[in-house]
């Protein structure tokens, strides 16, 4: 049995979403880091970073860092072919979650937690402007990326379409993401509305 440290509206929520479809048995426990409290202190016990996702193998190996984690499930369930086997195939999905997490995802947490960068209430007000741009400039890059492939660069679901439909939740919002990445939007729709999964994305990104 695996434990998934998660919380709400997080990256946790493209963790779940691989665990369901490669069929693995998972408690979730709720640890919202900036919320504190007991699971938070667990989690800091096994993340000194006390972030999510947090992944607790059967065996009792801590994975942290999305896209290992992300690779690491579609390595042990390879009959589940969420990653292609096919070498070209598989180097751009890695290419592009590592790109996701590398930038996106770090431009992320810059604008939710711009004290941890610089000091000073101006000034962390205009990183977090700057983070958002960025962010958005990351996200145009991939859309210019984008061919007409149905799932984001392949004809298959990949753990990439899992964290993409994740942090497509994110800043800058889905608004955003329907007009200026009208090609991803229309790649996550399957993953979107995939049957297994949709409870999931409910679960998280509904209030
Ligand atoms: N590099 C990590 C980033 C994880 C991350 O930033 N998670 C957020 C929630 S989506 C978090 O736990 N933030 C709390 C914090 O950084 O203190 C990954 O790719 O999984």
Redesign the pocket.
């Known amino acids: 049995m695996y434990t998934l440290y998660g919380?709400k509206g997080?990256?946790s929520a493209a963790i779940e979403a691989a665990l369901t479809l490669v069929g693995a048995p998972y408690q979730y426990i709720e640890a919202e880091?900036?919320s504190g409290g007991p699971a938070v202190d667990e989690l800091r016990r096994l993340n000194p970073?006390?972030?999510?996702?947090t992944l607790l193998t059967p065996d009792g190996t801590v994975l942290?860092?999305?896209?290992a984690i992300l690779i690491w499930l579609s390595e042990q369930y390879p009959a589940s072919h969420l990653l292609p086997t096919d070498a070209t195939a598989r180097a751009t999905v890695l290419r592009w979650l590592v790109y996701l997490?590398a930038n996106a995802?770090a431009a992320i947490?810059i604008g939710d937690?711009p004290e941890r960068w610089i000091a000073g209430e101006a000034e962390q007000g205009s990183l977090k402007a700057f983070a958002r741009a960025r962010l958005e400039d990351y996200w145009r890059t991939l859309e210019r990326q984008l061919g007409d492939t149905p799932f984001l660069f392949t004809q298959q679901l990949t753990v990439l379409d899992l964290l993409a439909a994740t942090m497509s939740h994110w800043r800058p919002g889905r608004d955003w993401f329907q007009q200026e990445c009208p090609k991803l939007t229309a790649a996550l729709q399957s993953t979107l509305s995939h049957t297994a999964l949709a409870p999931i994305w409910i679960r998280n990104f509904t209030a």
Do not use: D, N, R
């Open positions: 919380c997080c990256g880091p900036w970073l006390a972030q999510v996702p942290t860092e999305s896209v997490t995802y947490g937690f």
